[in-house]
């Protein structure tokens, strides 16, 4: 798959001009790499033109659910990819034989899916639209057995007055936790620790 | 197998595909990848505090587990040289 061209002319202006026409395309939808600048010789002698390619940037139409299907064939697992549109945003869920896999440890795996799926269909658009993933309803499950969690610790909170710090996660989980707790009253949440090692803390606020 | 995987990921997120060099080293249990593209690619493959790169790390791991092999991946800035 060739997707670039090289062209030769007086001044690289010229060369990314004709480039242009060539690709039909525009300056924003080409990278333009300059691989001589034109020098002048003594008369017509060793007087050399300017060289530029221009490469298309990645195929606008290239789907996500092509790019998904691709990865996940690479990676050694058969299976589809189904979309569905949810409040404006696009959902993909794979359907194969091996969902744990996909899933990994928290959703780990699902998680380096979906940010690898957007960072490439995101790479040249200029309005970025988030694509989110998923397997087996795996998502929704997990924030429920997270909302599960939130209010089970809070209740020992409540009982004990004893804080609680809970293991480390992802901002998108602490987040449902934060949420799950927000109307009660009798705990507060917040969180602490940098990077990776980030906990939510459920602190007793009865005293 | 791996080899292939990260060509696509790599050559997908950066500006210059055909800079991108991969190369597969396999041993018995492990496989190392050897990953490089040309410097201004760097940071789209590495991204925000390497989240990025520590997703592709993720999928290879999949992929690893999938075909019961540890998989590294090395990524390898080699040095400037000049013409």
Same mark, same amino acid.
């Given at each position: 798959?060739?997707?670039?061209?090289?062209?030769?002319?007086?001044?690289?202006?010229?060369?990314?001009?004709?480039?242009?026409?060539?690709?039909?395309?525009?300056?924003?939808?080409?990278?333009?790499?300059?691989?001589?600048?034109?020098?002048?010789?003594?008369?017509?002698?060793?007087?050399?033109?300017?060289?530029?390619?221009?490469?298309?940037?990645?195929?606008?139409?290239?789907?996500? &659910?092509?790019? =998904?299907?691709? /990865?996940?064939?690479?990676?050694?697992?058969?299976? *589809?990819?189904?979309?569905?549109?949810? #409040? @404006?945003?696009?959902?993909?869920?794979?359907?194969?034989?091996?969902?744990?896999?996909?899933?990994?440890?928290?959703?780990?795996?699902?998680?380096?899916? &979906?940010?690898? =799926?957007?960072? /490439?269909?995101?790479?040249?658009?200029?309005?970025? *639209?988030?694509?989110?993933?998923?397997? #087996? @309803?795996?998502?929704?499950?997990?924030?429920?057995?997270?909302?599960?969690?939130?209010?089970?610790?809070?209740?020992?909170?409540?009982?004990?007055?004893?804080?609680?710090? =809970?293991?480390?996660?992802?901002?998108?989980?602490?987040?449902?936790?934060?949420?799950?707790?927000?109307?009660?009253?009798?705990?507060?949440?917040?969180?602490?620790?940098?990077?990776?090692?980030?906990?939510?803390?459920?602190?007793?606020?009865?005293? | 197998?791996?080899?292939?995987?990260?060509?696509?990921?790599?050559?997908?997120?950066?500006?210059?595909?055909?800079?991108?060099?991969?190369?597969?080293?396999?041993?018995?249990?492990?496989?190392?990848?050897?990953?490089?593209?040309?410097?201004?690619?760097?940071?789209?493959?590495?991204?925000?505090?390497?989240?990025?790169?520590?997703?592709?790390?993720?999928?290879?791991?999949?992929?690893?587990?999938?075909?019961?092999?540890?998989?590294?991946?090395?990524?390898?800035?080699?040095?400037?040289?000049?013409?």
């Amino acid at each position: 798959m060739q997707n670039y061209i090289e062209v030769e002319a007086e001044t690289v202006e010229e060369a990314i001009d004709i480039a242009l026409t060539e690709l039909e395309t525009t300056r924003e939808d080409v990278n333009i790499i300059i691989i001589n600048e034109p020098t002048k010789g003594i008369l017509s002698f060793g007087a050399k033109p300017a060289k530029v390619r221009a490469t298309l940037k990645e195929d606008i139409t290239t789907s996500p &659910e092509t790019v =998904l299907k691709e /990865i996940l064939t690479r990676i050694g697992i058969d299976g *589809k990819v189904e979309s569905d549109f949810i #409040e @404006g945003s696009l959902h993909l869920n794979m359907v194969t034989d091996s969902p744990a896999l996909l899933i990994g440890k928290h959703g780990q795996t699902l998680d380096a899916m &979906e940010r690898i =799926l957007n960072c /490439i269909i995101n790479k040249s658009a200029l309005a970025k *639209k988030k694509v989110f993933v998923d397997t #087996e @309803g795996y998502r929704e499950r997990r924030e429920q057995s997270l909302v599960d969690l939130a209010h089970q610790v809070a209740a020992k909170v409540r009982r004990t007055r004893q804080d609680v710090i =809970l293991s480390p996660m992802s901002a998108k989980d602490r987040r449902i936790i934060h949420l799950a707790l927000q109307g009660d009253d009798t705990v507060s949440t917040f969180s602490q620790g940098e990077g990776d090692m980030r906990r939510v803390v459920i602190a007793s606020d009865d005293y | 197998m791996f080899k292939e995987l990260i060509e696509y990921i790599v050559k997908s997120l950066v500006d210059y595909p055909d800079d991108v060099v991969v190369r597969e080293v396999t041993g018995e249990k492990v496989v190392i990848i050897e990953l490089s593209v040309i410097d201004e690619d760097l940071g789209k493959i590495i991204g925000r505090y390497g989240r990025t790169l520590k997703a592709i790390r993720t999928l290879l791991y999949t992929a690893g587990l999938k075909a019961n092999k540890k998989v590294i991946l090395e990524l390898i800035e080699e040095p400037r040289t000049e013409a």
